[in-house]
């Protein structure tokens, strides 16, 4: 079993930063595949980003590309995701994700991960 464990969402003013982190227990993380994905009511989950276990490979949604940068920690078991000059838009609960295995793709499909924790609550005022 994989467990995963989010926190550092909150509130932000439009233009502000966050960091998400991701903390990982259970099976090996160094061999995971890591993604966050975000969902607002009513609409299915979007992906975000994704990392290799290495961290030599990232892979972005367009809507954060340029603002937003993915990484992890495998001596400390977690993914991080660092989240600048957010807008009202950026507003969602953002999940965390994991899919074992070391051969690297940009998964971006919600199917694609069998983990997810259970997410933290980003809000963007304007």
């Known amino acids: 079993q994989v467990q995963l464990v989010e926190s550092g969402g909150g509130l932000v003013q439009a233009g502000g930063s966050l960091r998400l982190s991701c903390a990982v227990s259970?099976?090996?993380?160094?061999?995971?595949?890591m993604g966050w994905f975000r969902q607002t009511p009513g609409k299915e989950r979007a992906f975000v980003a994704t990392?290799?276990?290495?961290?030599?490979?990232?892979y972005y949604a367009n809507s954060v590309k340029g603002r937003f940068t993915i990484s992890r920690d495998n001596a400390k078991n977690t993914v991080y995701l660092q989240m600048n000059s957010l807008a009202p838009e950026d507003t969602a609960v953002y999940y965390c994700?994991?899919?074992?295995?070391?051969?690297?793709?940009?998964?971006?499909?919600?199917?694609?991960?069998?983990?997810w924790g259970q997410g933290t609550q980003v809000t963007v005022s304007s």
């Open positions: 994700a994991a899919r074992l295995g070391s051969g690297w793709e940009p998964y971006a499909a919600e199917y694609e991960y069998p983990y």
């Open positions: 990392i290799s276990w290495t961290g030599d490979h990232t």
């Open positions: 259970g099976r090996t993380f160094t061999r995971s595949i």
